[in-house]
């Protein structure tokens, strides 16, 4: 298995641009979700989904948008980037939040830059 | 918003010394406890997971323990090697949808 596939891996943009990250996990995972990791603050999340047609925002969701029209994807959308959204991206998976007996699975992430 | 702490931010060791890692928390409902490992530029790879009814999980060389009551857990590596080199996370989840992660412990094994 796959697991919890990301891309990009890498990506820089300019402020004003909009772009979408891609997650897809091939686990049948109902829970996922995405975090955002940077220096002295540990891993953030923005959203997440309990399974699909289900969203949910986060700690830190503002210029941020999701969807989850099918179990196996859960794409991020940024709507116009800023600086302060240059950060690693990670996407994670569950069967659940609170009953799985394997936890988190996460993706390999993205690493974006806003100039 | 719960509070996941990690002390110390970072840990050099000898190889083959043996070592604890620890995670508090502020709520003592934590429902599981996941301790990751991550590699520079890398993400995070799943270690052991505690879930509430359990004490602690071992894996080779690994054990994690939970203590609800005192809001704490620990993670042991024994007769560390220079492989272990990585930051560790401690992650806690409640009734709620969301894992709350430490900002890590970063390990250094010195050969």
């Known amino acids: 298995n796959a697991g919890v596939t990301q891309t990009p891996k890498f990506q820089v943009l300019k402020t004003g641009q909009s772009m979408t990250l891609q997650c897809a996990q091939d686990?049948?995972?109902?829970?996922m979700s995405w975090y955002r990791q940077d220096p002295g603050m540990g891993l953030r999340l923005i959203h997440y989904?309990?399974?699909?047609?289900?969203?949910d925002q986060g700690e830190v969701p503002n210029g941020y948008n999701v969807s989850r029209s099918t179990t196996e994807d859960f794409p991020l959308r940024l709507l116009s980037a800023a600086p302060s959204q240059t950060s690693v991206y990670f996407c994670?998976?569950?069967?659940?939040?609170?009953?799985?007996?394997?936890?988190?699975?996460f993706g390999s992430g993205t690493r974006l830059t806003v100039v | 918003k719960q509070e996941v702490t990690q002390i110390p931010a970072a840990l050099s060791v000898p190889e083959g010394e043996n070592l604890v890692l620890n995670c508090s928390f502020t709520d003592s409902a934590i429902y599981n406890l996941q301790w990751f490992r991550q590699d520079p530029g890398k993400g995070l790879t799943s270690l052991l997971l505690i879930q509430s009814s359990q004490r602690e999980q071992t894996s080779g060389r690994l054990n994690a323990s939970l203590d609800k009551s005192s809001g704490r857990s620990t993670l042991y590596i024994a007769a560390s090697q220079p492989g272990d080199s990585a930051t560790y996370l401690c992650?806690?989840?409640?009734?709620?949808?969301?894992?709350?992660f430490g900002t890590g412990t970063s390990l250094t094994v010195i050969p």
């Open positions: 686990m049948n995972h109902e829970y």
């Open positions: 989904s309990v399974g699909a047609g289900i969203t």
């Open positions: 994670a998976s569950s069967y659940s939040i609170m009953y799985s007996r394997k936890g988190y699975t």
């Open positions: 992650a806690g989840s409640y009734t709620g949808n969301q894992f709350y």
